[in-house]
């Protein structure tokens, strides 16, 4: 199956397609992959009339600028012009850095994106948001640079580890709580569907970023749970799992969504149940004024104030702003009672 995100491009979901990825282009493509993705890279550029493996280091180390000046070194060496191909092969951390070398080579090539991990199906890859670390933080320095296609192949979840599919679905609960009550139904009835899963949550973030490319105030509520999260994230030095934070960040803001009467005590039930039912966590016991100050420089916050996405009812989103210190602490012990 395809869903279109918007006119700009399609993202095909189903087993087997990494066959079909030469499809998108006869030119010549770099296909930047992470090392466990090897043996399906080289097969993948078999595909091509003219193609070439590059390997990066695993995860947020191959998110650096010295990964992308190596890229294009490389591209140019080997004559890559604009009609060319860049496919990122992996997780979030690949699709990241394979979609910036994309957007600055030649000031933009495509990008055909193949993400391998859970989290990069439902949220990494689709969307054009590209990044990459430097000293100043993590994710400061990218691109919006749209992919020309995105191929989820489902066979790629068949060797992810167990804490991948874990930490994956917070960011599906997520879609579910924004934008489609069905997920929360697929969860709840314990049902092993996460084929169908994977397309829902595409089908709202697909809908979401078509309507917003740039990521003004309607692309924002993809960031629920994501204020806390990312304090959590921080905090933690990054050594959290992204969707773990999300997870917490979930609780934190339906409890604090309840203390300030805008969801009933069953929809706060619902976000703990679905979210324990994973193996996520619900809680989180660190230090409130050290959040508390990461929260107010997450790089979401506008003129100020710290601001969360939040929900009314499922599907029903809003934004909730000038919070105290004081109303959030009550909301943090409330987490972790
Ligand atoms: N651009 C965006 O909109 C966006 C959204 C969310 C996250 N991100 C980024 O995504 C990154 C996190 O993504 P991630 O969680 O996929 O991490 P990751 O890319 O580091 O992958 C996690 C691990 O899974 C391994 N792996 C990948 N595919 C595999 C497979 N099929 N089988 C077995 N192992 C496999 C990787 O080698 C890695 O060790 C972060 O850098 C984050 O900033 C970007």
């Known amino acids: 199956m395809s869903i279109a995100v918007g006119d700009s491009y399609h993202v095909h979901i189903g087993a087997g397609l990494l066959d079909r990825v030469a499809e998108t282009a006869t030119n010549k493509a770099l296909i930047v992959h992470q090392p466990v993705l090897r043996s399906q890279a080289e097969a993948l550029a078999a595909q091509f009339s003219e193609a070439y493996t590059f390997e990066i280091p695993d995860a947020e180390d191959g998110k650096t600028l010295g990964v992308a000046e190596r890229a294009w070194d490389f591209l140019g060496e080997k004559n890559f012009s604009r009609s060319d191909l860049v496919v990122g092969l992996g997780g979030g951390a690949t699709t990241d850095i394979a979609g910036f070398i ?13 993400p391998t991990t859970l989290l990069a199906m439902v949220d990494a890859a689709v969307g054009g948001k590209t990044g990459i670390n430097t000293a100043a933080g993590k994710n400061l320095v990218g691109a919006f640079h749209e992919p020309h296609a995105v191929y989820v192949d489902l066979d790629f979840l068949k060797t992810l580890p167990e804490e991948e599919i874990i930490s994956g679905s917070a960011e599906i609960i ?3 709580f924004i934008g489609d009550e069905e997920i929360l139904r697929i969860y709840e009835s314990g049902e092993d569907k996460l084929p169908e899963l994977i ?3 595409i089908a709202v973030k697909a809908r979401v970023v078509a309507a917003d490319l740039k990521e003004s105030s309607l692309r924002e509520i993809l960031n629920y749970g994501h204020t806390f999260g990312h304090a959590v994230e921080l905090v933690e030095n990054y050594r959290w799992r992204h969707g773990n934070a999300v997870a917490v960040g979930m609780s934190f803001i339906a409890h604090l969504s309840h203390q300030q009467g805008l969801i009933d005590a069953p929809l706060l039930q619902r976000h703990l149940d679905i979210i324990t ?12 004024d050290a959040l508390y100050e990461a929260m107010t420089r997450d790089k979401k916050n506008r003129g100020g104030g710290i601001r969360f996405v939040a929900i009314t009812q499922v599907g029903k989103t809003t934004r909730l702003e000038g919070m105290t210190k004081e109303q959030l602490r009550a909301a943090f012990e409330a987490m972790n009672q």
């Not at 994309?102 to 193949?114: C, D, E, K, P, T």
């Not at 039912?277 to 409130?288: A, K």
Request: glycine share 12%; net charge positive.
């Open 199 to 201: 397309e829902r949550s």
């Open 102 to 114: 994309a957007s600055a080579w030649m000031r933009g090539i495509r990008v055909v994106q193949v």
């Open 174 to 176: 997520k879609t579910g």
């Open 277 to 288: 039912s994973v193996g996520l966590p619900i809680r989180y016991e660190g230090d409130f």
